[in-house]
């Protein structure tokens, strides 16, 4: 078996999440319970940290991991989706597992998954969850994939969890209103384990609290131990200064992810971190320091506040709800530039309208779809364009898109392209 049959078999045979959306989504964890009792239950071999959230597991992962090795633990790393190719959702160490490593999944287990019809989802879990059991990794972060409570992770028992925050998305699986997705997301609170909360408001907090206690879980308030300071900016590096509990903890932290959203995502970062290091980690200072500068060097993170081109300037993110988009609104604000060029593409789902009325009515937009069943059809987007009077372009092609907007653009101007994590993911510069 080659690998680009192991990933037929994955993506095509059963339903996967992000390219076809609610009908891969499963109600319940048994087939994820089967599958790794078949497997010799490999969740219950290596340690772990559990991060849920709207907005921010994935750089969140991603930083607490970084902060991981540089300490020196072997560090398994799960999160989704990928940007390129399949393997980058389970990474040791910050290098992917190998394409081998999912033929062989495949190839021994096929009969079993092809009887037991797991999603997409719940097979790459088995998957990364027998990888980081083979390798023995020290701890493993593992990231939430959609909500908490049903999501395939949530059979792990970690030495810590994460909320980062609250936000409305996928609102037709996880609720309508925050206290109902709150509820979902605090499913990930197990009995005995701290939970740190990244950032809350008085609708979700009291749900968070509810289960704490339910569970007998110390809850740490990351914003109320936390605050972060921005000193200056690059285009390598944000330098910011940490206070906890009032104190300077640091005067001159490096953090190598540039978008001015990941300052929120800090406290709950230092805040896991401080659990960690209570159950036997090590995580020095200067671990911090050194795992914070080089996040995208030591775990491979892409696509966040990712500066991929220059006069004019080109930024991709691939934040893709409301609150995300707030944040790179305000950030492209603090840039000097003469024109502002969006190229953007969305998934089916999205509050559009809402999306689009807050981006300058000035600016040239370019329309195009993601190449996944997902994808929004660049029509439907136009005639919400239309309805708020903006000057736009449409395309099928993601890479046409932006050729337009380069085309158009002069060199002091901005380029924007996201949306969607899959625009992001068909960029040749990524």
């Not at 940290?49 to 300490?71: P, R, Y």
């Amino acid at each position: 078996m080659t690998y680009a049959e192991a990933l037929t078999f994955l993506f095509d045979q059963l339903p996967m999440y992000q390219r076809v959306g609610l009908s891969a989504f499963k109600k319940d964890l048994d087939n994820t319970l089967r599958l790794c009792k078949y497997l010799g239950h490999p969740e219950q071999q290596f340690r772990s940290v559990h991060i849920a959230g709207t907005n921010g597991k994935g750089s969140s992962a991603h930083m607490i991991a970084a902060a991981l090795i540089a300490a020196g633990h072997k560090t398994g790393l799960y999160t989704s989706p990928h940007l390129k190719d399949f393997c980058e959702r389970i990474r040791i160490d910050g290098r992917p597992i190998s394409q081998q490593a999912v033929v062989n999944f495949v190839l021994n287990y096929q009969n079993y998954l092809s009887e037991l019809k797991p999603s997409f989802f719940e097979m790459s879990v088995g998957l990364a969850f027998e990888q980081f059991a083979e390798t023995k990794v020290d701890i493993a972060v593992v990231e939430v994939g959609l909500g908490g409570r049903l999501d395939s992770t949530n059979v792990i028992i970690p030495e810590a969890s994460l909320i980062t925050n609250i936000g409305y998305d996928h609102t037709d699986m996880l609720g309508e209103t925050l206290p109902e997705i709150a509820a979902e997301k605090a499913g990930i609170i197990k009995a005995g384990v701290p939970v740190v909360i990244g950032d809350y408001n008085p609708e979700t907090l009291p749900v968070f609290e509810q289960k704490a206690a339910s569970e007998n879980s110390e809850i740490i308030l990351a914003q109320q131990k936390y605050r972060i300071e921005k000193k200056e900016s690059t285009e390598q590096h944000q330098q910011i200064a940490v206070y906890e509990n009032g104190a300077l903890r640091f005067d001159d932290l490096k953090l190598s992810l540039t978008g001015s959203y990941q300052l929120w995502n800090l406290p709950g970062v230092l805040a896991t971190i401080e659990r960690l290091n209570e159950q036997g980690f090590a995580i020095s200072d200067d671990n911090i320091r050194e795992g914070l500068e080089s996040v995208q060097k030591l775990t491979g993170l892409k696509g966040r506040w990712q500066q991929i081109g220059e006069n004019p300037t080109i930024i991709a993110d691939t934040g893709h709800n409301i609150e995300a988009f707030q944040e790179i609104i305000n950030q492209i604000s603090s840039y000097q530039y003469q024109n502002l060029h969006l190229v953007l593409g969305f998934v089916q789902g999205k509050a559009i309208d809402k999306i689009l009325s807050l981006f300058p009515k000035d600016a040239y937009f370019y329309f195009c779809k993601p190449a996944v069943p997902r994808g929004m059809n660049v029509a439907e987007i136009a005639e919400t364009a239309d309805n708020n009077g903006l000057n736009y372009q449409t395309t099928p092609s993601v890479k046409d898109a932006l050729r337009q907007a380069l085309a158009k653009a002069q060199k002091n101007d901005f380029i924007f392209v996201g949306g969607s994590t899959f625009v992001v993911a068909e960029l040749d510069q990524i």
